[in-house]
């Protein structure tokens, strides 16, 4: 009676045993696979937004070299809507439009056009 039950035991235990190792399993290939999407598209995402980074051009906001054109133009960043003040730093968009490096960066993350015209950047 004691032997049969113990069979029992150790069958019930290696059933329980596989069940949750393939559980785990599952769990860890459907995690991998998530992992491996996530790595793919952030690795895409950031080799765009490279591509992109490099045909920004970094300015300094100084009097001198605002156009007539920005001054015409609302002199703010478009994306937080801040005003630029005079010695700050500043990305100039191949479409010529202005933003805080920060700003422009960001929004690089999630998009590829510029916020204002729409114009690809890349
Ligand atoms: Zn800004
Ligand atoms: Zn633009």
Redesign the pocket.
């Known amino acids: 009676m004691l032997v049969v039950s113990d069979e029992i035991m150790h069958y019930l235990f290696g059933v329980t045993f596989c069940l949750i190792s393939i559980l785990l399993i599952v769990i860890v290939i459907d995690d991998f696979k998530t992992l491996i999407i996530n790595v793919t598209s952030r690795f895409v995402r950031c080799k765009i937004s490279r591509q992109v980074k490099k045909r920004l051009e970094k300015m300094r906001i100084e009097v001198s070299n605002v156009t007539a054109e920005q001054q015409q133009a609302c002199m703010c960043c478009m994306i937080c809507l801040e005003e630029f003040s005079a010695g700050s730093e500043a990305t100039r968009?191949p479409?010529?439009?202005v933003y805080h490096h920060q700003c422009i960066t960001e929004w690089l993350e999630k998009s590829d056009s510029?916020?204002?015209?729409?114009?690809n950047l890349l």
Do not use: D
């Open positions: 968009t479409c010529r439009h510029c916020p204002l015209c729409r114009c």
